[in-house]
């Protein structure tokens, strides 16, 4: 049961929505602008890499691109 995250195309909030059965139909709508014209988007995962506080965590990277801004994830470990 997969949580999905999306973005709403009028407004730009973000919300998210488990997604029970994918083969089912599910009428989406933005919890704030109730526009049904929304894209969805990469989740963050949560994620833990070796022990204590000391650890290295992933670097990210925000640029401009043509469909608006587009962020790289450089998550530690091997390549």
Known sequence: MPIYEFRCL?????FEMLVMDPEETVE???PK???EDF???MSAASY???SGSNSP???TRTRTC???SCTTY???GPA
């Open 10 to 14: 009028k407004c730009d909030e973000c």
């Open 28 to 30: 989406a709508r933005c």
């Open 33 to 35: 602008c109730k526009s």
């Open 39 to 41: 894209e969805r988007i």
């Open 48 to 50: 833990t890499v070796g």
């Open 57 to 59: 965590g992933a670097a």
């Open 66 to 68: 043509a469909s608006g």
């Open 74 to 76: 450089d998550i530690p």
